[in-house]
């Protein structure tokens, strides 16, 4: 926690209030300070609450209700019968990779042959590109001459109009799969399968790249099992590729509710009783023992470790990591991307601190947005440098690095109420290209365009965000006595309630009285390890980010904003609270 920075307001969410007769969740034996926070999450009625604390795989959709999938698995099954080339062309993030892996791995236990190309985010960046295809198509052509061959793109290619055309003029039949907004214009490929070219809200919708690919799997099995090619085998279970889809899905951080909800808490579950060799491998690098594996260990300790192989121009090392049958084989690259994600943190610290002293160089009280170039930065750690300072200064931030020609390419980050994808929308004219999520973005731009790209960037936002507050912001869930939250019942329950993430966010809590403070120490860098004493009870505390106050709470009265967090430690497990914000009397 920066000292210098301006406190941050705390709002608490209003729950409607609940009938003291017949609570969301009293069958459930839900204790009320939980059930507050179920509307909160979509869930009203209960058996909504049923589906939301025991999602069952039946529950999923039939694959054929999303669009393209009953066509691309045709034509897939078509091309597996026939001996067709086929290969899947994914991106370098932890969304795209897992996806690529996916599809190839069930191509594998079909006893089909497959190749796969995941670009470079330096020399080639994000999507399709001419030169890839053409390699591609060479190689494949050697093999194979005379034969169709199949290009399938995972977390890519809706805004490839141009390269998905020079694709088919070499002969490709193109199959797009990708969760992104499409733009406009797009491309013309055999099939294109995105559920965000559903006009109605479907349950799909906020599918990750991964899970799309998912249920173009579990197409190609419903096609193949019409033509009677599992008729002397077994075909290959589809829950055995869940754990994929949980760690791409919770990287990309789209919503974990509905078919994300149901597949994560299962791929979740294989993790946990028995994780194929690469993740096990990558799991030895966690502190949390087999068997707790939690959403919150893959977003803060497997997908940042896939997504820095891409960062750092090895995605391909990640890839065959997630493939490996080999233990031996898995612990070696472990040890690769491990180091990888060393370095990558290193260099983002360096490059925060640099963009930390130059956002207080350019940012003024009443601006509503900031833009920062730093040249010679590596393009893989822009978006992680805007999303930390979108964190501490609670507006959309875009960070720049220089390609090698007269153009920049950027990344920016949002913040709650700005639909980041919308704004780039009426700055397309400034812009070469763009693409991504409401949260996220990444964009292409001519230098000469920086400065009226930042100055038509921050009116267009200044006007989305009348309604919200510059300040840093704490949105509390609920108010509640610590000693509320620390009985059996009430974390029994509370396990329930996961996997959390974006759409099911861990709740914050806030005491609604001072508590004291009985120990504070900084440990490691900036790593608050505290006690506070509330009614004569102790409880343990961990603030990361906090190690600079710890000089200034012993002893004191404040007032706690805070998740409950299971930790892990040699073995043994305790819960603790984990601070999201303390304030001091004044």
Known sequence: MDKSAPPKKWLIKASPQLSKENPIGSKEGIPRALANLLPLRGVNTDDELMRFLHPTLDQLPNPDEL????????????????????????????????????????????????????????????????????????????????????????????????????????????????????????????????PRLQITNSPFQILAGVGVAFYLAAGLRMRLMERGVFSKKTPPNLKNYLDLVALGTIADMVPLIGVNRIMVKAGLEIINKSPRPGIEALLKYTREPQ??????????????????????????????LLMSNSVTSARHLSEIIDKTNDKRRQLTDLCYAQAKEKQH???????????????????????????????????????????????????????????IISVLNQCSAELIQFGGHSAAAGLTIDQSQLDRFTEKFEE???????????????????????????????????VL??????????????????????????????????????????????????????????????????????????????????????????
């Not at 893959?298 to 990640?318: E, V």
């Not at 809590?509 to 009870?537: D, H, M, W």
Request: hydrophobic fraction near 40%.
């Open 67 to 194: 669009p393209g999938i009953k066509e691309g698995s045709n034509l897939l099954a078509k091309a597996i019968i026939n001996n067709f080339p086929i290969v899947i062309y994914g991106d370098y993030d932890a969304d795209g990779i897992t996806a690529t892996a996916l599809l190839s791995l069930f191509l594998r236990d079909l006893g089909v042959t497959s190749s796969s190309y995941l670009p470079d985010r330096e020399g080639e960046g994000y999507g399709l590109h001419t030169k890839a295809i053409k390699k591609i198509h060479d190689d494949l052509s050697k093999n194979s001459p005379n034969k169709p061959l199949i290009l399938i793109t995972v977390d890519c290619g809706i805004s490839n109009k141009d390269e998905v055309a020079f694709a088919k003029e070499l002969g490709f039949q193109v199959i797009v799969t990708d969760h992104h907004h499409p733009p406009k214009a797009l491309p013309e490929a055999n099939i294109l399968i995105n």
């Open 497 to 586: 309630f996961e996997p959390f993430g974006v759409g099911n966010p861990e709740p914050i809590f806030s005491c609604p009285n001072t508590v004291i403070v009985t120990r504070a120490e900084q440990r490691g860098k900036n790593t608050l390890y505290y006690q506070i004493q509330e009614n004569e009870k102790c409880f343990d505390g961990i603030g990361f980010g906090m190690g600079g106050l710890s000089e200034l709470l012993i002893n004191k009265k404040i007032k706690l904003a805070f998740k409950i967090s299971l930790n892990s430690f040699r073995g043994k497990q305790r819960w603790e609270l984990r601070a999201e914000d303390i304030k001091l009397p004044a």
């Open 460 to 494: 267009i936002i200044s006007l989305s965000m009348k309604e919200i507050y510059l300040e840093p912001v704490v949105h509390i869930d609920h108010e509640i006595n610590i000693e509320e939250t620390m009985t059996k019942i009430f974390l029994d329950k509370y």
């Open 361 to 419: 160089e350019n940012i003024k009280p009443d601006q509503s947005s900031l833009v920062l170039v730093f040249p010679e930065w590596r393009q893989g750690i822009l978006g992680l440098i805007a999303g930390r300072i979108a964190q501490d200064i609670n507006r959309p931030v875009a960070v720049f690095a220089k390609t090698d020609n007269c153009t920049l390419k950027g990344s920016i980050r949002s913040i709650d109420g700005v639909d």
């Open 291 to 320: 068997g707790q594996i939690r959403s919150e260990t893959i977003a803060f300790q497997l997908a940042p470790r896939i997504n820095a192989a891409g960062r750092m121009g090895c995605p391909n090392r990640a890839l065959d």
